[in-house]
Every structure is written in C-alpha cells, then in structure tokens.
C-alpha cells in the first residue's frame, strides 16, 4: 500500500484544480448538472456479487462498503457548516478548485475520490466487455486506428508503475485513452470522461494478489459497460441530471 505522503503531490493537484473546474463548466461535459447530494452515496447497479468471478463480491463489498463509503463520509464530514453543506460533488469540484486552504483542498480532494468511484461502478456490468456497438466502435476506429489498438492502449497504460485510473475520454470529436495519479481525476478542460478502470490495488489485490495484468485483461473482457460509454458520447441523461 502507498504511503500517505506519496498519495499526493500538493502542487501538482491545485495545478490541475483549475481545468477541472472548466470541463464542469463546459456546456458538453455530461457532469455540468449533476445534482447527487455527497451526503449520499448511490447505491450500486448491480448486486454485489454480480460481477464474479471477475471482480468478486468481498472485493466489490470491501471496495465499496468500505473505500467508496468512506470518501462519502469524509465528504460530508468536511462540508459540515460550511458553504459546501447542500452541495453535489460536482458543484464542490467546481467552487472548492485552486483552494490552497487546507479544509478547502480536502474537501475538494475527498469529492473527486468518491466522484472517481461513483464512475467506475457504471463503467462495469456484469456479462460485459469485449467490442463496442458499432457507434463507440466507429470512433474508436477513427480515432485510436481499432479496438485492438485502444485495447494495448488501455493496457499499456494501467500496467505502468503506482497507482491511478485510467481513462477513455472524448474531445472534439475524437477519442483518447489517459491516465492519472493516484486520486486525480480526467475531468480535464474540454474532455469527457467515458469509461475508468481503478488501478489502486484494493481493486483487485484480494482476486489477483499482484498480478494486475490479469485483472485488467478481466475487465476489458468481461465487464466494460459500452452502453454507459455510448450514453456519455450522447451526452446527460436524464436520470443523470436528477
């Protein structure tokens, strides 16, 4: 496990607050009305044991009962009493940016961390996996030269060295596979996030010890969710501007 002094480079996250404060306010960006309270960590889609055996139910338990429950908690710790109190996650994101206040910045950064969790869940789904739909699969071929391609993309960059997520995204038109640090996030400046896998190693260690590769092959195989990644091409949904 990291140790707490490496999770975060302080200059480097206030840095990059700023261009995530402008992909919330992009008029594109699936995020821009999302209203979910941090005080309530959304349920799951689907049954804890649903995605087994790829990712299994005491993982997904531990993951999410007790990592992703946690950010929620220290969320709504931090805005108590403070002007953050009736906010969402991304509403935070948005006003917290650049603090360099302590309380501020960590209100900010305990936002993105369950924000990250929240996506990754509905970037799985059981019986998931290998090629998009012929949409998704189109700009793929346009814009990363295949799904073979994107795939040792993807790869290549989860299996680099600590921990982070990596990341599908959409920008003008085309599509880019990127990777973050630790607890950053790729709500960059005009670019929407599509899909993220979570390479922290409470993902996956207790299924895969240290072989990260297998779980990462696992998940491209068998659980990306590409209807939630052609509905964020689309745009907002609805629900997920409720």
């Known amino acids: ?7 975060v480079d302080r200059r480097n996250f206030v840095k990059s607050a700023g261009a995530v404060a402008g992909a919330l306010l992009f008029s594109g960006n699936i995020f821009a009305k999302q209203t979910n309270k941090p005080l309530v960590q959304p349920p799951l889609p689907y049954a804890l044991d649903a995605l087994e055996p790829h990712v ?4 997904l338990n531990l993951h999410y009962n007790r990592h992703h429950k946690g950010y929620y908690k220290l969320v709504s710790r931090q805005v108590t009493g403070t002007q953050y109190h009736d906010s969402s996650l991304a509403e935070i994101i948005r006003k917290a940016h650049g603090s360099i206040d302590g309380v501020e910045e960590a209100t900010f950064y305990m936002a993105l961390l369950a924000w990250n969790h929240d996506f990754y869940w509905k970037s799985m789904k059981p019986q998931g996996g290998g090629k998009p739909g012929e949409n998704c699969a189109t700009m793929i071929d346009a814009s990363l030269g295949g799904y073979d391609t994107f795939r ?36 960059l400046k005009e670019k929407t ?24 092959d696992a998940y491209l195989d068998n659980l990306v969710n590409w209807d939630f990644v052609e509905s964020n091409i689309k745009g907002p949904t609805q629900k997920s501007e409720k």
Do not use: C, Q
């Not at 496990?1 to 999770?7: F, G, W």
């Not at 599509?194 to 409470?202: F, N, P, Q, S, Y």
């Open 1 to 7: 496990m990291e140790n707490i002094k490496s999770i």
């Open 152 to 187: 040792k993309k993807f790869k290549r960059e989860a299996m680099k060295p600590g921990s982070g997520w990596v990341w599908l995204v959409h920008e003008g038109g085309k599509l880019s596979v990127v990777r973050t640090t630790y607890h950053d996030t790729a709500l």
């Open 193 to 216: 996030p599509l899909l993220t896998i979570d390479v922290w190693e409470h993902a996956y260690y207790l299924d895969y010890k240290d072989d990260k590769e297998k779980y990462v």
């Open 56 to 59: 299994s139910e005491k993982t």
